[in-house]
């Protein structure tokens, strides 16, 4: 089983930079057994859309809004995801979650909100 906890949201200006973390335990080990996580992000009316993801071994892959802008890491001995948030703009507005698939079954965290003002 794995839970996940984000934090690091807040209200910024356009232009500024946030730094989000998803603190995740794993009941049987570390994150290192974790193919693939990723952060997702949902706007008011809007679907939840994929942000940012990342492999065990590194590979990342980002939806072309934040392309140059964001970077998505994690520390599997911290068992920490992050994600660094440059250039920010009100269309990044929205709730951010954490998500990681192991075994088959996906596991969501409880979400942190993003706000950028204009």
């Known amino acids: 089983q794995v839970q996940l906890v984000e934090s690091g949201g807040g209200l910024v200006q356009a232009g500024g930079s946030l730094r989000l973390s998803c603190a995740a335990s794993?009941?049987?080990?570390?994150?290192?057994?974790?193919?693939?996580m990723g952060w997702y992000r949902q706007a008011p009316g809007k679907q939840r859309e994929l942000v940012a993801n990342?492999?065990?071994?590194?590979?990342?892959n980002y939806v072309d809004s934040v392309k140059g802008r964001f970077t998505i890491s994690r520390d599997n001995e911290r068992n920490t995801l992050y994600l660094q948030m440059n250039s920010l703009k009100p269309g990044d507005t929205g709730v951010y979650y954490c998500?990681?698939?192991?075994?088959?079954?996906?596991?969501w965290g409880r979400g942190t909100q993003v706000t950028v003002s204009s």
């Open positions: 990342i492999s065990r071994g590194g590979t990342t």
């Open positions: 998500a990681a698939r192991l075994r088959a079954v996906d596991y």
């Open positions: 794993v009941s049987f080990g570390s994150i290192f057994i974790i193919n693939n």
